[in-house]
């Protein structure tokens, strides 16, 4: 890519999203889409994270409010079935953090580095409330 | 729904301005995203009229400034469908931004400015401030004369911008009240032919193609800004010369009315040359023919494509010509005027001896009389006899108070 030169693209800075006919992508799930390099799908904008969401699914009930409120479409759910995240478009923006109803919840921020298994490890209990 | 045709006359008395909206008319043109601004205003005006008589099947978009018109025009644009909008001015200063969204994302927009003054001070005349302020915008600039030309160079604006080799967008630019508001007798094509000059519009990378989704507007930054732009620039040097030059003979064809990028009268062995545009074009060529009588060999040159602007044909018509003014309609802000660059730019690497020298004239609709022209003339001569200039590289004509030359 880095030694495309100035006549070898489409004109006017214009981007497709797939290659070739798009057909029926309602109906085709994202990793089987034929997405072109250039597409959001394809770029990976990790790098603009410092904090990562780190999903445990001991505590998910699976009730689709994360991936309901995710703005970058980065919760993966196939079936109903929260099975983790996009971590190439994710940003960090804490909004699934914010909304899991679970106790404890099923989904921490923690710095860009935390390593994900010694989080798991050292998940919080269940807060009880006081009365 | 189907529109209606409308009988014209084979020579109607329209000014510049219905001239245009009458092009935009026979050309069919889809959106026509608009906000007025005198002097164009009748463009969009009459477009907006044609389309409540169901004479055009479009949209009229009607938007709350400049800005928006054009950012309206570049959207219908990248759908898929023909743009046209006119402005003049302040309302193309606000717009600028814009043109080079337009120019960049490769969109065949026409658009009408009937040139007019910046403020400040406010003044709604004509001048060719608005032409100048936009010339690297990228996008190809048409310059009409008179009437006629208006409504002709609207039909090839349109026929050289959507060439999917071309896709730039392009301007048609006419001299504000001049041309605008002076009614003349135009040649006119009856709607059939017209339309088939330019031909159904053909959409080139359009977002309403579902089976080809497209991102329109993207972001590059160093890693690709510069391919884009080198691109833009390449296609307008190489490509679109030769598409204006083929549409101007294809209108010829048809019409027998023929275009020249760079127009030239009585140059064939002229000494002394004058170069402008717009109206003051027809007032010398008037003036050109007098000075003729009384023994001077003089010429005119109108420049009739702006940008790309046709750096070798100047070369060309200018290269046995002894003394030449480059007449800007323009405040210069500083510098040379702009035509006086491009004209001293194009004969510095050659042969020619010519003795070039700048007016700044007729700012904010100031008349430039025969007489200013006479006395030009006169001067030129007195160069080409003396064999130098006699005068400052850059003066002002018809302007009040002392006498104004630099350089």
């Known amino acids: 890519m880095a030694t495309t030169g100035w006549d070898e693209f489409e004109i006017g800075a214009m981007l497709r999203t797939f290659e070739g006919e798009a057909g029926d992508i309602a109906g085709t799930l994202q990793e089987d889409r034929n997405y072109t390099e250039n597409s959001s799908f394809t770029a990976s904008v990790a790098d603009w994270r410092i904090e990562k969401p780190v999903f445990n699914k001991d505590f998910c009930i699976d009730c689709q409010f994360c991936w309901v409120y995710c703005p970058d479409i980065s919760i993966i759910s196939r079936d109903k079935k929260m099975i983790g995240i996009d971590m190439d478009h994710c940003k960090g923006c804490g909004i699934c953090v914010e909304v899991c109803p679970t106790n404890p919840k099923s989904l921490l921020m923690f710095p860009e580095l935390a390593d994900e298994e010694t989080e798991i490890a050292n998940w919080p209990a269940k807060e009880t409330k006081e009365k | ?407």
Request: with cysteine; hydrophobic share 40%.
């Open chain 2, 1 to 407: 729904m189907a529109f209606d045709k409308m009988e014209l006359r084979d020579i109607e008395v329209w000014d510049g301005n219905f001239a245009a909206a009458q092009a935009l008319r026979q050309c069919q043109v889809d959106v026509v995203s608009a906000y007025p601004i005198t002097p164009s205003t009748p463009i969009v005006e009459g477009y907006a009229k044609f389309k409540s008589d169901n004479y055009v099947e479009g949209e009229f978009v009607m938007v709350e400034s400049e800005h928006a018109a054009m950012s309206g025009c570049i959207g219908a644009a990248a759908a898929g469908g023909r743009v046209a909008t006119a402005t003049s001015s302040q309302g193309l200063a606000l717009m600028s931004e814009t043109l080079y969204q337009a120019s960049g994302m490769r969109l065949p927009i026409v658009l009408n400015i009937v040139n007019r003054a910046l403020a400040a001070p406010l003044n709604v005349n004509g001048d060719h401030s608005d032409m100048y302020m936009v010339r690297d915008s990228g996008w190809i600039q048409f310059d009409a004369f008179c009437p006629q030309e208006a409504y002709d160079l609207n039909f090839i604006a349109f026929k050289v911008a959507e060439d999917h080799d071309v896709r730039t967008p392009a301007i048609v630019n006419q001299d504000g009240f001049m041309t605008s508001h002076t009614a003349q007798g135009v040649h006119t094509m009856d709607d059939d032919t017209a339309f088939g000059f330019v031909g159904e519009y053909k959409p080139m990378n359009d977002m309403l193609d579902f089976e080809h989704p497209v991102t329109h507007g993207v972001q590059t930054e160093e890693d690709w800004h510069f391919e884009h732009k080198a691109r833009q620039h390449n296609d307008m040097m190489t490509v679109v010369p030769a598409k204006i030059d083929a549409a101007f003979a294809e209108f010829e064809k048809l019409t027998g009315r023929k275009y020249n990028q760079v127009e030239q009268y009585d140059m064939d062995d002229a000494d002394v040359a004058v170069v402008c545009m717009g109206t003051s074009v027809e007032t010398a060529r008037e003036v050109a023919k007098e000075m003729r009588e009384k023994g001077i060999k003089a010429g005119v040159v109108g420049i009739r494509v702006f940008r790309p602007f046709p750096f070798m044909a100047i070369a060309d018509a200018l290269k046995d010509v002894k003394a030449v003014a480059a007449l800007d309609r323009s405040a210069p802000g500083g510098t040379a005027g702009a035509l006086f660059n491009e004209i001293a730019g194009s004969l510095f690497n050659t042969d020619s001896k010519m003795l070039l020298s700048g007016y700044i004239y007729g700012l904010g609709g100031r008349d430039l009389t025969k007489k200013h022209l006479v006395d030009l003339y006169t001067e030129l001569q007195a160069n080409a006899d003396a064999g130098k200039l006699l005068t400052k590289q850059q003066q002002y004509i018809g302007v009040r108070g002392p006498k104004l030359a630099y350089l």
